[in-house]
């Protein structure tokens, strides 16, 4: 049986990019070696700091950040991915090659993103048997909290994506949601500690923010073994599922409504 033509050129982007990756072997090893010294690097600072993590977890400051790696390694990517292949530098000679713009950011982010989930496997192992990092994952809650934060990350790589089409600069929606992100959205801590640290009730304000979802979910289901059955863990779920099914048609069109723009425009291939 012949493989769809689709598949086909997803699979020569790949093979592209895993032959550049291996063609310049300085840069290769020196890659290789700054994420070996980045596990230990954050491994030592995490062990530093370790303390129980006991709001909303029940877990410890090493596990806490491994399931915020895990993110970075197996959802990052697919955003950064978007946001690289798509953008006025490169869109007009992608549309002019007659490849579909979904092959092309497949194809584009395909070697990468198995890059990131290959170099996640030591940070896990590190994390778990050299700093001790406890996790408690259920697979099931696991796999669909991804799935929730791809869909999520990507709609809002979708929405900056379309407007930096038409802007050809930074767009300040997403700039301001990311910059928010750093400090509302429990990248670092529990969301709920900003309760603690300015006052009671300011951590409402986290749980607008659509990538406290991508962190609380994951979290759950890495960290505490949230099963689906439970009646608040499935409620929460369904927060963040809310987020992914708004947000996803809204960045589609976005990003469409920025390429139609620019071709009405013929400012497509600007910058």
């Not at 290769?28 to 954050?42: K, P, R, Y």
């Not at 090493?62 to 530098?89: D, K, T, Y």
């Not at 000679?93 to 092959?103: E, N």
């Not at 400090?183 to 951590?203: C, H, K, N, R, W």
Request: hydrophobic share 50%; charged share 10%; net charge positive.
């Amino acid at each position: 049986m012949e493989l769809p033509i689709q598949l086909k050129q997803i699979i020569a982007f790949t093979k592209r990019d895993f032959a550049s990756w291996t063609t310049y072997k300085t840069a290769m090893t020196t890659q290789l070696i700054n994420i070996l010294i980045g596990v230990f690097s954050w491994g030592v600072a995490a062990k530093y700091v370790q303390k129980p993590v006991t709001e909303m977890y029940n877990s410890d400051y090493v596990s806490f950040l491994v399931v915020g790696i895990a993110i970075g390694n197996l959802v990052m990517p697919l955003v950064q991915g978007v946001e690289r292949q798509l953008n006025p530098w490169t869109l007009e000679t992608v549309l002019m090659t007659g490849i579909s713009i979904p092959v092309f950011v497949i194809g584009s982010v395909a070697w990468n993103y198995i890059f990131s989930v290959l170099t996640f496997i030591p940070y896990l192992l590190i994390g778990t048997y050299v700093f001790g990092a406890n996790l408690d994952v259920n697979i099931l809650s696991a796999i669909l909290a991804f799935i929730i934060s791809a869909v999520i990350m990507m709609s809002l790589s979708f929405i900056s994506t379309g407007l930096r089409i038409v802007t050809k600069s930074t767009d300040p929606i997403t700039w301001a949601i990311n910059i928010l992100q750093s400090l509302f959205a429990g990248v670092a801590f529990p969301v709920v500690y900003l309760d603690t640290i300015f006052f009671p009730g300011v951590s409402t304000f986290s749980w607008f923010l659509p990538q406290t979802w991508v962190y609380h979910l994951c979290r759950l289901a890495m960290l505490n073994n949230a099963s689906l059955t439970d009646p608040k863990v499935l409620i929460d779920f369904v927060k963040g599922s809310l987020f992914a099914i708004i947000l996803l048609p809204v960045g589609y069109r976005v990003l469409r409504w920025g390429v139609a723009r620019s071709k009405k425009e013929g400012t497509l291939g600007w910058y």
